[in-house]
């Protein structure tokens, strides 16, 4: 599908701001951006986009409820509070899924390709696996209030049998240019990056669990052009519908990460293994690791940047300063 007029929700947001970048590569301008700017530097991730227009949530909410927005091609639906410590139920639920069943309600109903973000957080303690099966969803606990509100979107879609009809993607650790607003969110990369500069050690959290020395966590960590490109393989790629992982398949500890770090930066490895916050030994992911056997057979065939050429090229500019 020749995507044309598309909107983009959290489209000032970390991976929205590189999908939109993406897609003015493609030549599509004709974008609707939906976004709270806050007071924040967020605001800095629109500079370099080309979007007709931009509109904060609550508008966006009160024209999607009165049907007062134009037909488009494709939604990406990558608004939500990605907080794993937001504490507020209430707003998580609204804001994470009320307003997802009212985005995928109107596309379903003008017969648009919707295609929304999960979450990793979703797999919980992995006790489970990662698999993307829908078999599995059902059975699936989340650790926090975070990973509930997407499992439940993602559960109600389910229920209805939609998924032959929209796209859930399932992010894993994301990294790279556009994610520095996001604070104590952001990745580990770029905290990396400031505390080598700073201190020129990192530091990590202790480990917890005997079998697994402190900084032997692991993760798949996504590099954000590869997340994006997925994301708009189903956005205009391909028609199936389904929920996917979007991950490497390969999990790296934080060690490995940091040392990835220390690399490009050509600093000797220095880390700092520090306490874990009491509120959150008990809801913290030791491992996680994508199951992307799925999003292969959708047709997905493209590499996934290696975690040491995705740092040494994230680093390259933040130290070029054209990110930060």
Known sequence: MTLQRVIVTGGAGFIG??????????????????????????????????????????????????DLLQQVDAVI?????????????DYLLDNNYRY???????????????????????????SLGYSDDLELLPRLRPLNMY???????????????LFDRVVGLKYFNVYGPGESHKGDMRSVVHKAWGQIRETGRVRLFKSYRPEIPDGGQTRDFVYVRDAVA????????CEVGGLFNVGTGVARTWNDLATAVFAAMARPVQIEYIDMPPEIRDRYQYHTQAEIQKLRDAGYDAPFTPLEEGVRDYVAALERGETD
Request: glycine share 8%; with cysteine.
């Open 17 to 66: 701001r590189n999908v939109i970048a993406a897609l003015n590569e493609r030549g599509v301008t004709d974008i609707l951006l939906v976004d709270d700017l806050g007071h924040g530097p967020k605001w800095r991730n629109l500079l370099e986009l080309d979007f007709a227009d931009i509109m904060s949530i609550d508008e966006f909410r009160y024209n999607l409820r009165h």
């Open 100 to 126: 997802s069943r009212e985005l995928c309600q109107w596309c379903l109903d003008k017969d648009i390709r919707f295609v929304y973000a999960s979450s990793a957080a979703t797999y919980g303690d992995g």
């Open 147 to 161: 990973g509930y509100s997407k499992h439940l979107f993602d559960l109600w879609v389910l229920h209805h049998g």
């Open 230 to 237: 997925v994301t708009l393989f189903f956005a205009a790629d």
């Open 77 to 89: 639906h990558l608004g939500a509070c990605s907080s794993t410590t937001e504490t507020n139920a």
